[in-house]
Nanobody, 121 residues
Framework: QVQLVESGGGLVQAGGSLRLSCAASGSIFSINTMGWYRRAPGKQRELVATITSGSSANYADSVKVRFTISRDNAKNTVTLQMNSLKPEDTGVYYC???????????????WGQGTQVTVSS
């Protein structure tokens, strides 16, 4: 059993910053890619940023110059530093991890429950 727990969401004014964190726990042998996705009001869920086990990151164009994703493999955590926030960044942010529970096991997608980020104008 794998659990992803997010923290750090909240309300912030435009131009401000938030840091989201996600900790994976449970039956974890290894974690491949981790990432953050978000769902804005009235819109589909979209990728925000992902990071490989080797810390190779990729970002949505809309956040590339403002957000930074990082991870700590020893702690099974992933962090999203969000700077220069805009109202359009508002939404529910979900942590994702591809987790193998045993040696030579398949990687399965796991999702956190989501954390609300609200950016006021």
């Amino acid at each position: 059993q794998v659990q992803l727990v997010e923290s750090g969401g909240g309300l912030v004014q435009a131009g401000g910053s938030l840091r989201l964190s996600c900790a994976a726990s449970g039956s974890i042998f290894s974690i491949n890619t981790m990432g953050w996705y978000r769902r804005a009001p009235g819109k589909q869920r979209e990728l925000v940023a992902t990071i490989t086990s080797g810390s190779s990151a990729n970002y949505a164009d809309s956040v590339k110059v403002r957000f930074t994703i990082s991870r700590d493999n020893a702690k099974n955590t992933v962090t999203l530093q969000m700077n220069s926030l805009k109202p359009e960044d508002t939404g529910v942010y979900y942590c994702h991890a591809a987790v193998a529970r045993q040696y030579a096991g398949s990687y399965y997608n796991h999702w956190g429950q989501g954390t609300q980020v609200t950016v006021s104008s």
